[in-house]
């Protein structure tokens, strides 16, 4: 480190030597060529320094330019830039041109990189303030959500902080993390990698993209292939999110400008599995009190009563009276009745405020800004909450040198709620209950009779009262994070710039998960855990830019630079079992106390280098290498390089076709980059561990044992003759713009090909271990990516336009490991998201019926089918392809804007419903007193004629999800959505003469409509969260929509 | 120009500096997992065997459940239980056992097995052969055929062939032989790391002679001499109840029984109507209270579910079994007697020894459980000291299913004897095949990761000793 400090004071000094230099005043009004009227805001720079300044509100500005330089720019969005040569005058005004085709439009590429659209060789699209203000989620990378294509958006729990999975172009890696590395102004953070994924239970917990403040993104920016993220390297080897925040700027005649940002938003709960209301709980059509199931009696043949001889032991839980037939004997109190198990969930609410202050003269901007983000979710006690600061600021040394640095304070945190396959789980509890049972009516009981203080369907057994739940087993966490950069830049000649960049990405998050005496999932006992983590992201950037004009019609960009990176993790947890006082969490409550720390270091290092050379600004040739070198490979296999290279024509620059009316704009563009990337950490070593005594039903055995320690060699054999894995990557499209961009299309086709792919892979056991890592997958992905834009309207009064986006991927497993053909990604044994060699990515592996070689049902001489004794692929869980349409109506001030997002195709595992067929409260349980055929055939090849009945026997047999083949239970999960409807009015003309200098007031709906064949929840969710197994739903929390109503305010 | 030259060449120089450093950050030592060793004593690891196979190989809830609702001990009532009792036991339902056996209970004693060596410890070597054959017992008995002469190899060979269950039982032979000889050196230390026997090599030897003797007996349907074998081996075998191969467990938490946290956290099985019937109608056994619990019916307070029967009310597994604290036993001083009694019945030795010798045996089960059993014995006696021929014999398996109640041991009396005891398979099932399952279905991750992995096991497949009794 002492070496950058050195760096540091050099480039310091060598800026200060500009100050004394002799100056000259330059004054001036800037107005736009289309309607002469001044232009605001536009930034007037000398270049190849750091002098400049802003337009007033007039569109004047003065700048004193030491004599020495004889050139200004004058750019402005939307604006074509233009090249001024200072002469003997000091008044300079200059007109600027509309830029309607964009031709100047800049976006940030990798490292921080600001490169004109027109000179990328590759396909990037981005994502504005004004789309994520309107969209109001709480974790901005939700409003990518059908506006991008190839980017996958799953907001994975219906829960208030809940993790988001997001993937670009199909997944690259089959174990590796295969979200997108996020970077913020221009300092890559610990985002989708940190947090998010969980198991098959516990509770949904956030992934850190949710600590970031919407309303300080100036702009998301998502870079796609690997020619797009060659210069990030590996750690974007699955794409990047490149997030620009708001930045200060100095308005002369203007000190300070204000932004004020608020919203409510309202949460209903979306779909909900249908259940049954008309069969009681109990077994063989008899009530049962306390029955597992909801095999009882019809209940428009039952009473309540409260008569003591059959009200009696259990009248605690059976609150209303025991359900007795309509014709016995006993005193009755009414008819039995069913309850709506649905009653439960609740309005959520949040509400959102955020204020920024920004401002700044010629030599230093400002930017601030607090927000404040609350939610309540729809079930009750699930909470969120999120603070945040933002400091950023910049200052000129002299005209050289300038010094840049931002500081983000965020708090979040909340409190939630046990889920998924967990008998503490707030769904499974609900929907098991049986419709009789009304959980309602209390779930704790004053008097501790027979070993159980829990008011449930099953006496306090099995599964909790998810009243009991919500408020007795409360997970909460917090969590402090600091993102930090200091910049400084400086520009040695009008050519020639440096900059030196160090970013840290600090966080620590605090969490306790406690479970109260009593508890299902505690098994009686209670439990109390207390944890720690942090991590600290170091990552500095040397950098060397230069911009040069040589020679006629040619120009380079070169971008040399050197890259370290450190990525540090630490976890602490403390799990206390066996609680002495209820209600009382500490660890110093437990019998058995046990502790855990986790590490994972990483540290990198690179020098990578960019050019682009561009001809008559026609023909754009870029190259880009990369060396890595690597802490998490042995020596000798740990420094690797990979180089890119593309070429992008814009035909249209040709003398024919030069200006021409119809079709102005016109590129071709083809890139090819070759993307590596390491190993996990700690891959390399095989270690002992505590042993985990676990057998799959139980807890299972704690160590130390009764005094002893123990330590077992770890099932997960190390490998220390792993190399990085490589992904090849081409990519071809085009960019045109018709008719005065009236009409805009954009074509990509891309072509991945992973080899030597890192992945943990499962080893049959009788290898001594159950897992280990190699280097031996490939896998090729391809797509299509289209985007149409069009703008039927544009008037003074009326503006009308649409966006279109489409897309698709086949993202095939060529090869896993030898001799292994699938690889499981996650869910339950026999129930399982997996990669299978020749099958797309994630593929639902389970069990089928039996079928004949035309795939008819095998059906038995009983009438039933039979379970087949193997496992099959059963299905895709990632779609055929996705579309978005968003469309933007305005009129005077008033706009519309809707979203619809398409999902075609694509499977996922219903497993909730198969359960629920299997307890006889589902719908589809019904029918359970009428005669059936299964289609089918028997073995001798006749259609099945036996009638049967898809009953109790068969349901908790075979014939449920539960017991069963789960093949019943895949389902479509493709739907097409009204993502967001917003409707806003802006008021800034009418308040021209007051100080307010914007106000518009919208109101924004999500998810209102949804239609999908699927039959439970909202399908877009995930029971493992952002893990890359997704495409399961089994007791997840259900998904919302949501109505908000904002203000924004500036002034 | 020139000044810029000189900073071009300075910045150079710098990012040259900057970049040299890269060696010293690029430390792969870092690499090294902080919070993991990568070597342990050899004690350390014998206790995490102990334990595991306490937990999983031996006591699991994928065996002895499993295996005790086949023996009709327990009755499946709910979930997976239910279909376990339906004879709906998969491949992925195994999974987690075969696994755990390879990997945390054999390729950790390979571990103690090869750093004995280098430590020259040969009582660590000693108990570390008895575990291992008695997991390799446990295993090929439900399993047949498996790897192990290729196995435990790591990525040297990641597909392991497998051996014949004749190739298996010379190895568990060849395993407890060396292991004799080992603990039975009067120069074997005691060790440190065993939770069972203290670390005592005299008393790894008295277990490792008597499951010397039983897996002589489990041939016994191939070698008429098994009987007469497996007698001798009982010679030094375990000598009283207190010196037990037996696991203990606790009553904290993290410290207890699987079926204890099995019924805790699962429930859903319940005992078995076979069972209770045959112990309270039939015998009025006083064990009853021990392996039972008081039924909720108050109108029969010990009952048990029959088939396809599911009530909630009936009497559960007792606390000499699921007890938080109830030991999990690997091989006792009970099987030997009953070992013994069986073998002295089949070398025809006088009916007389034979009578003395089961009710020995009984005795010392009762002795074991705690059993309030004087005066019913004095019955019993009088009962069996009239009985000879086959009564007697099936008396005696009868006796040794009672006496090895949740023990997948009774699992491999019941193919070995082909079913003497008369027990009757589940009628209710829509199962392929209405018959005791005699087999566990191969392993999931072994089929799909070990292309040598037998194809066409199914649960009425019999093991290589389990022969087909001549129709």
Redesign the interface.
């Known amino acids: 480190m002492r ?2 400090t ?2 540091l004071a ?1 480039l310091l000094m ?1 800026g200060l030597q500009g100050v004394f230099a002799q100056t000259r005043v330059i004054t001036g009004t800037v107005t736009s060529s289309e309607d002469k009227q001044p232009i605001p805001g536009v930034t007037v720079v000398v270049p190849g320094t750091t002098i400049g300044t802003n337009t007033g509100m007039d569109g004047k500005y003065v700048l004193a330019v030491p004599s020495k330089y004889t050139s200004l720019t004058f750019s402005y969005v939307g604006m074509k830039t233009k090249a001024v040569t200072i002469g003997t005058a000091t008044t300079l005004d200059v007109v600027l041109d509309n830029d309607v085709m964009n031709m100047d439009e800049v976006v940030v590429t990798a490292i921080g990189i600001p490169r004109e659209t027109k000179a990328l060789s590759y396909s990037v699209q981005e994502v504005g303030a004004d789309d994520i203000m309107k969209s109001a989620r709480t974790d901005a990378v939700n409003s990518l959500q059908g506006k991008v294509s190839d980017v996958q958006v799953i907001n994975s729990a219906g829960v208030a902080g809940g993790a988001t999975y997001v993937q670009i172009r199909g997944a690259s890696s089959i174990t590796q993390n295969n979200q997108p590395l996020y970077v913020i102004d221009g300092i890559p953070i610990s985002g989708s990698e940190s947090g998010g994924t969980y198991g098959v239970d516990g509770v949904a917990t956030s992934n850190r993209n949710i600590d970031i403040n919407p309303d300080d993104i100036e702009s998301m920016n998502v870079l796609k292939g690997g020619a797009a993220t060659a210069l990030y390297g590996l750690r974007a080897a699955s794409g990047a999110i490149i997030i620009t925040t708001k930045k200060g700027k100095s308005t002369p005649g203007k000190k300070m400008s204000v932004n004020f940002n608020t919203y409510i938003q309202f949460d209903k709960v979306s779909m909900l599995p249908a259940l049954q209301n008309e069969y009681s709980q109990g ?1 063989g059509g008899q009530w049962v009190s ?3 199931t909801s095999w009882g009696a019809k209940i428009d043949t039952m009473s309540l009563s409260k008569d003591p001889s059959v009200w009696n032991k259990w009248k605690n839980f059976d609150i209303g009276g025991s359900l007795v037939p309509n014709s016995s004997s006993v005193s009755k109190i009414g008819p039995a009745q069913s309850y709506n198990p649905y009653n439960f969930f609740q309005t959520g609410v949040t509400t959102n405020n955020s204020l920024s202050l920004m401002g700044g003269t010629d030599v230093s901007t400002f930017y601030f800004s607090f927000s404040d983000n609350q939610s309540k979710g729809i079930v009750p006690n699930n909470t969120f909450r999120r603070n945040t600061f933002k400091l950023a600021g910049d200052t000129k040394l002299g005209e050289k040198v300038k010094l840049s640095g931002t500081a983000n304070y965020m708090i979040t945190g909340g409190n939630r709620l046990q889920q998924g396959s967990n008998t503490s789980g707030v769904m499974l509890g609900l929907l098991r209950t049986p419709t009789t049972f009304d959980n309602a009516a209390g779930y704790m009981l004053p008097d501790v009779e027979n070993g159980t203080i829990q008011r449930s369907y099953r006496h306090g ?2 599964y909790d009262n998810p009243y009991w739940t919500a408020n007795e087993n409360q997970y909460s966490d917090h969590l402090d994070r600091l993102i930090g950069s200091v910049q400084v830049d400086y520009y ?2 009008k050519w ?1 710039s ?1 900059t030196y960049r160090l970013g840290v990405d600090w966080w620590g998050r605090r969490w306790k998960d406690q479970m109260n005496i009593y508890s299902s999932t505690a ?3 209670g439990w109390d855990v207390d944890g720690q983590e942090t991590e600290k992201d170091m990552n500095s950037d ?1 950098m ?1 830019n230069i911009d040069k004009d040589f020679a006629k019609d040619f120009n380079i960009k070169v971008l ?1 630079g ?1 890259n ?1 990176t450190r990525q540090y993790y630490k976890g602490l947890s403390s799990t206390a ?2 609680m002495v006082i209820p209600e009382y969490y500490d660890l110093n409550n ?3 106390i ?1 502790s855990a ?3 994972n ?1 990483i ?3 690179a ?1 990578y280098g960019d050019a682009t050379l561009s001809w008559k600004n026609m023909l754009y040739l870029s190259l880009t290498g990369r060396n890595d ?7 000798g296999k ?1 420094s690797f390089f990979y180089p890119s290279v593309g070429l992008g024509w814009i035909f249209t620059q040709l003398p024919g076709l030069k200006d021409n009316k119809i079709m102005p704009y016109g590129k071709l563009r083809v890139s090819y980059a070759i993307v590596a990337k390491d190993a996990p ?2 891959s ?6 505590t ?3 676990l ?9 130390p ?2 005094g ?8 997960t ?1 190390g ?1 220390n003759q792993l190399k990085p894995e490589k992904t090849k990557t081409w990519e071809v499209g085009t960019d045109l713009k018709f008719w005065q961009n009236r009409v805009g299309f954009s074509y990509t086709f891309f072509h991945n090909k992973g080899q030597d792919l890192i992945l943990s892979v ?9 897992s ?1 890592t190699l280097n031996a997958a490939s896998m090729t992905t391809y797509g299509h990516e289209v985007t149409l834009d069009i703008v039927p309207i544009k008037s003074k009064n009326w503006n009308w336009d649409i966006i279109i986006n489409w897309s698709c991927i086949k993202n095939n497993v060529d090869a896993l490991a ?5 690889i499981f990604l996650g869910g339950f ?2 129930s399982e998201i997996d990669a299978m060699v020749g099958q797309p990515y994630r593929t639902i592996y389970g ?1 089928d019926w039996v079928r004949d070689a035309k795939g008819n049902m095998v059906i ?1 001489p ?1 009438g ?1 089918p039979v ?1 087949r ?3 099959s692929a059963l299905g895709n869980v990632d779609p055929k392809w996705t579309g978005g349409l968003g469309t933007n109506l305005r009129w005077k001030d008033l706009s519309l804007y809707l979203l619809f997002d398409v999902k075609y195709g694509g499977k996922m595992w219903d497993g909730t419903r198969g359960v629920l067929d299997y307890f006889g409260t589902s719908a589809g349980t019904l029918n359970r007193d009428e005669w059936y055929v299964f289609p089918g055939v028997t073995s001798s090849g006749q259609v099945n004629t036996v009638p049967v009945k898809l009953d109790e026997n068969w349901r ?3 014939g449920s999800g ?2 069963g083949p789960m093949v019943d239970y895949v389902e479509n999960s493709g739907w097409v959505r009204l993502r967001t409807v917003t409707l806003s009015y802006n008021f800034t003309h009418m308040l021209k003469k007051t100080f307010i200098k914007g106000l518009s007031l919208y109101f924004t709906g999500t998810n209102l409509w949804i239609s999908t064949k699927y039959k439970g929840i909202d399908p877009e969710t995930n029971l493992l969260g952002a893990s890359n197994a997704q495409g399961i739903d089994y007791f997840n929390m259900p998904g919302t929509k949501s109505y908000t109503v904002g203000l924004n305010l500036s002034f | 120009m020139k000044k810029i030259n000189i900073k071009l060449i300075g910045l150079v120089f710098l990012m040259a500096l900057a970049f040299g450093s890269c060696k010293s950050w690029i430390d792969t030592n870092i690499n090294t997992n902080p919070d993991l060793p990568a070597d342990v004593p050899m004690s350390s690891i014998l206790t995490g065997v102990q334990a595991n196979m306490a937990y999983n190989t031996i006591g699991g809830n994928d065996i002895s459940r499993v295996t005790s609702i086949w023996l009709q001990y327990y009755q499946g009532i709910a979930r997976q239980s239910q279909s376990t009792a339906n004879y709906y036991w998969l491949e992925s339902d195994d999974n987690n056992l075969w696994v755990t056996d390879y990997t945390n209970t054999m390729m950790n004693l390979q571990m103690i097995i090869s750093k004995s060596a280098t430590a020259n410890n040969i009582t660590y070597k000693g108990v570390a052969e008895v575990l291992l054959a008695n997991t390799l017992g446990v295993v090929t008995d439900v399993w047949g055929d498996m790897p192990y002469s290729s196995a435990f190899q790591g990525i040297a060979n990641l597909n392991p062939s497998f051996d014949n269950q004749q190739k298996i039982y010379t190895t568990i032979m060849n395993l407890l032989d060396d292991a004799i000889i080992q603990l039975g050196d009067p120069t074997a230390p005691a060790i440190d790391g065993d939770v069972m026997y203290g670390g005592d090599p005299a008393l790894w030897l008295q277990a490792a002679h008597t499951l010397k003797a039983r897996y002589i007996l489990h041939l016994c349907k191939l070698q008429p001499t098994a009987f007469a074998d497996a007698l001798a081996a009982l010679d030094g075998g375990i000598s009283s109840n207190d010196n037990d191969c037996q696991f203990a467990f606790f009553d904290a938490a993290g410290q207890q029984n699987p079926l204890f946290q099995f019924m805790q956290q699962r429930g859903d099985i319940s005992m078995a109507q076979v069972f209770i019937d045959t112990l309270n109608l039939v015998r009025h056994d006083p064990r009853l209270p021990l392996f039972a619990t008081v039924s909720l019916d108050t109108t029969r307070p010990y009952f048990g579910n029959g088939w396809g029967e599911t009530s909630n009310d009936a009497s559960l597994p007792g606390n000499a079994v699921a007890s938080a604290a109830a030991p999990v036993p690997f091989v006792t001083y009970v099987e030997a007697l009953f070992i013994k009694a069986e073998c002295l019945y089949q070398t025809n030795a006088p009916v007389e020894q034979v009578r003395i010798a089961l009710i020995d045996a009984v005795t010392a089960s009762m002795q074991k459980f705690g059993a309030d059993y004087v005066t019913w014995m004095t019955f019993y006696s009088s009962y069996i000291n009239v009985s000879s021929g086959p009564p007697l014999y099936k008396e005696i398996m009868m006796q040794k299913w009672i006496a090895l109640y949740n023990q997948a041991e009774a699992f491999n009396d019941w193919r070995r004897t082909n079913n003497v005891i008369g027990l009757s398979a589940n009628p209710t099932t829509a199962a392929q095949k209405n018959e005791i399952p005699r087999h566990y279905p191969e392993a999931q991750t072994e089929v799909n990761y070990n292309p040598n992995t037998p194809k066409g096991i199914d649960l009425w497949t019999r093991v290589w000793w389990d022969v087909a009794p001549a129709k």
């Open positions: 070496k950058f050195l760096i050099l060598a077994t306390g029955g597992r057994r099995g040695a000649t020639l440096v098994f009686g006992d040397l060397i040399l050197q370290m079992n066996g437990g019998t058995t046990s720390t986790t590490t270091e540290r990198r290092a020098i070198w690597t802490t998490t490979l042995v020596q740990n950490a700690y390399t070593i095989t270690y002992y561990n042993p985990a005594v057998d799959g039903w139980t807890t299972g055995l704690v160590f044992w009764n002893s320690n123990a330590f077992s060699l770890s099932n054999l490998n499962p080893i049959a056991a009788s290898t001594g271990y159950s280990t030898p001799n292994i053909n699938q044994e026999g069990y038995g009983d039933y379970e004794a193997d496992m908790t047999g075979i539960f017991v």
